[in-house]
């Protein structure tokens, strides 16, 4: 029988201590994934792994070193600790490093209510291979998809274990599954690729592998003809696939660690306006079955719902104690870590305030603009915010879709840009990230 989670981190721990460690914390993580890929029919490809991965971080005073490892035998456990106390004692001082006390750890370590992990069996290689055929099938079988360049399926698998010096202790599992396909139109260098995926946590909230390949040719088959189109000012509608990457453009100034460095956009704005009046973004680290749920971080502390803008005014930063320290703060329990590196401030689940109004009531109302459904590369200043990303998507002519564009950018400032977005009422709730198709007025687009 392999050993516990929670006796590994313990063994880790009283290595660190016999080592010369004046406080430590162990991670100690076990996953599990399969999936296949299909291709012309048949299986291409599948794949399975499985493992245990051991992180250490050490503190001498404020010196900090991390060692990380995949083998669980006594004497690496020895070797791991005795090296990472070493070269904490050889580390530059950082002010700011350290666990955090007694007081504020979590006392409510129970995952259960948050239902993570999926109870029933997990898919065999023959139910995912099978699903992937589906989902291939489907896009085939749309008018003008010549080929399915990917149809797969997949199952995973993680329990996590955190201990620390400080008192802490607790874990948690969870699952992910995930369907996907894409599917090309034309041929030549007239071809036109586009996608379709679901990923949830529990098996039987996916979507029908089906629905998914269908979908994907359609969209594949709808790009077919792509040119590129005017060059000007104009507003630009951002699907619902892809608007949540201006609210990460958000989210990233919002960071606590890049607001300390004074690398942020957002550095100044505490208590300003930052997004219209009537829209709020909301962090709830406590969804059932949502992939950015968890009952404390990745320092011990309890994770809360809170409002990261409230009513268009930014509330506050996304924080680690680190972050926290330096800019005087109380952490937010936003610390993620992974076994080889410190812990970081990440957002868990969060959700911007919807609108009343559907993607074609937005399409209507831009009436000339461009419809964006993809996005390649980026060009974002920390900084000042300018914006810049190159774009795929549907010309829009008094307010109907009229034909597929591609080879355009798409430039802005986001300070200027989220003060301005309108959005729909079509965000998915199950996503870490609810958000909507949003409207933008007044963008640089740059085409033909």
Not at 255 to 264: L, Q, T
Request: proline share 5%; charged share 20%; hydrophobic share 40%.
């Amino acid at each position: 029988m392999s050993q516990s989670l929670k006796d590994l981190t313990d063994a880790l721990l009283n290595a660190a201590r016999a080592a010369g460690a004046q406080s430590a914390e162990a991670l100690a993580v076990r996953g599990t994934s399969l999936s296949a890929e299909v291709r012309a029919g048949a299986l291409e490809h599948i794949e399975r792994s499985e493992g245990i991965d051991l992180g250490l971080r050490v503190l001498q005073g404020k010196r900090q070193a991390i060692v990380s490892s995949s083998d669980v035998s006594p004497a690496t456990l020895t070797a791991l600790a005795e090296r990472a106390v070493a070269m904490a004692r050889e580390a530059p001082e950082d002010p700011f490093a350290g666990l955090a006390e007694p007081d504020q750890l979590a006392s409510d370590r129970d995952a259960g209510g948050l239902e993570l992990a999926d109870t029933q069996t997990a898919p065999d290689p023959g139910q995912l291979t099978e699903t992937a055929l589906t989902a291939e099938a489907a896009a085939l079988d749309v008018a003008g998809v010549t080929q399915v360049e990917s149809a797969s399926a997949s199952c995973s698998s993680t329990e996590i274990f955190l201990r620390a010096s400080n008192g802490f202790a607790g874990g948690y599992g969870r699952t992910g599954n995930s369907i996907g396909c894409s599917a090309i139109s034309g041929s030549g260098t007239s071809m036109e690729r586009d996608y379709d995926a679901d990923s949830r946590t529990h098996w039987a909230d996916l979507r029908e592998a089906a629905d998914i390949g269908r979908l994907a040719g359609e969209r594949a088959h709808d790009r077919a003809g792509a040119r590129k189109p005017e060059t000007g000012t104009f507003p630009v509608l951002f699907d619902e696939r892809i608007a949540a990457s201006l609210i990460g453009h958000l989210l990233s100034a919002c960071n606590g660690a890049a607001v300390a460095r004074g690398s942020s956009w957002l550095r100044d704005a505490m208590g300003e306006q930052v997004l219209p009046a009537h829209l709020s973004l909301n962090e709830d680290p406590h969804r059932p079955r949502a992939f950015g749920s968890r009952p404390f971080d990745s320092e011990g502390l309890p994770t809360r719902s809170r409002r990261i803008v409230e009513n268009g005014v930014l509330m506050g930063w996304t924080m680690d104690l680190t972050s926290a320290r330096k800019l005087g703060l109380d952490s937010t329990g936003n610390a993620s870590r992974g076994v080889s590196s410190p812990p970081s401030p990440v957002n868990w689940n969060v959700a911007l305030t919807q609108g009343d109004r559907t993607r074609d009531d937005l399409l209507s109302d831009m009436d000339t603009g461009l419809l964006v459904t993809s996005m390649i590369g980026s060009t974002i200043n920390p900084t000042t915010g300018d914006y810049s990303r190159g774009a795929s998507g549907f010309w829009v002519e008094n307010g109907q879709i009229t034909y597929p564009v591609n080879e355009c950018t798409i430039a802005g400032n986001l300070r200027d840009m989220l003060l301005r977005i309108v959005p729909a009422n079509d965000a998915r709730p199950h996503l870490s990230r609810v958000v909507p198709s949003l409207l933008i007025e007044g963008l640089t687009l740059a085409g033909k």
